[in-house]
């Protein structure tokens, strides 16, 4: 099974901070990673997909880049809409999550 | 608009039977794959079963393989999952999710979820 560590797993920010939380994959996924914000409540939604295509409709603030297994979320610029928990996600073979990254003040 | 509306969930006891069903609307059913997400009370995501487009091929999480079964049908537009032989450990909220495109894919659409508490 793929494995996803995902870090830090709290992250204390402020507005117009730039934030960036890593995701390694435990074997090659190529680039078959995803990003999702979830905020307390809601489901799950889409940011990123392919490592770092930006979904239809995200605020460009959110980029990905990928380093071999090793991944990176950035968001530019935080704004109060973004503290909330992030996963990082592979699908290069079934589905693994990170264990998720929670955005606080 | 995409929307996807689950339904089925509640309260059994552990070796009990649970079906699920999320009714799918906004898009071409059989152009992606399906699947079913949990997520355990403050805990993290979990995926759980996935379906393809053309409703043949079933992949499952070892942790539910052999007790869970995803199927389609096309005529009701609907994604089912039945749960069967449940333990205290699937206690929780099953989200129904569309694949973006087809073949290797994250899922673009989740539900809003429906709880499954075993006990």
């Known amino acids: 099974d793929i494995q996803m560590t995902q870090s830090p797993s709290t992250l204390s920010a402020s507005i117009g901070d730039r934030v960036t939380i890593t995701c390694r994959a435990s074997?090659?996924?190529?680039?078959?990673l995803a990003w999702f914000q979830q905020r307390p409540g809601k489901a799950p939604k889409l940011l990123i997909y392919?490592?770092?295509r930006l979904q239809s409709g995200v605020p460009s603030r959110f980029s990905g880049s990928a380093s071999g297994t090793e991944f990176t979320l950035t968001i530019t610029s935080l704004q109060p809409d973004d503290f909330a928990t992030y996963y990082c996600?592979?699908?290069?073979?079934?589905?693994?999550f990170g264990q998720g990254t929670r955005v606080e003040v | 608009e995409v929307q996807l509306l689950e339904s089925g969930g509640g309260f059994v006891h552990p070796g009990g039977s649970l079906r699920l069903s999320c009714a799918a609307s906004?898009?071409?059913?059989?152009?992606?794959?399906m699947s079913w997400v949990r997520q355990a009370p403050g805990r993290g995501l979990e995926w759980v079963a996935t379906?393809?487009?053309?409703?043949?091929?079933?992949y499952y999480a070892d942790s539910v393989e052999g007790r869970f079964t995803i199927y389609r049908d096309f005529s009701k537009k609907t994604v089912d999952l039945q749960m069967d032989n449940l333990r205290a450990e699937d206690t929780a909220i099953y989200f129904c999710?569309?694949?973006?495109?087809?073949?290797?894919?994250?899922?673009?659409?989740w539900g809003q979820g429906t709880q499954v508490t075993v006990s």
């Open positions: 074997q090659s996924i190529s680039n078959w």
């Open positions: 379906i393809n487009g053309g409703g043949y091929t079933t």
């Open positions: 906004g898009f071409t059913f059989s152009g992606h794959p």
């Open positions: 996600q592979q699908y290069n073979r079934d589905w693994t």
């Open positions: 392919e490592a770092s």
């Open positions: 999710t569309k694949g973006l495109y087809s073949g290797r894919t994250p899922p673009d659409y």
